[in-house]
């Protein structure tokens, strides 16, 4: 598997429409496999993204797609910067 961690400052009250849109577009994406969205203790405009995909082609395959310019647009109107990310491929997992 690979994917992203980004860290996000959210607008103050846009969280519930982040975690809408983002349940929304990953049923749209190829490849997507989970995420996981983490809201800070310390500072709860501040949130971490997980992002899994299938595989590194998957990953930049939707990157690079239309589609996921036009979604990043949506998620990018919600923050008040650009996210930090950092991508990888995801060397050990345990389920739950």
């Known amino acids: 598997m690979y994917g992203t961690i980004a860290r996000l400052r ?25 995420e996981h969205v983490y809201q800070s203790d310390t500072d709860p405009t501040e949130c971490f993204l997980v992002v899994a995909f299938e595989s590194r082609e ?21 923050m008040e910067a650009d996210p930090e990310w950092h991508d990888g491929e995801i060397v050990d997992s345990y389920p739950g």
């Open 58 to 78: 998957a990953y930049h395959q939707n990157a690079q797609s239309p589609e996921q310019d036009q979604r990043y647009m949506q998620f990018r109107a919600l």
């Open 10 to 34: 959210v607008n103050p009250d846009k969280l519930e429409q982040l975690k809408k849109l983002g349940r929304e577009m990953s049923a749209q994406i190829p490849g997507f496999v989970f």
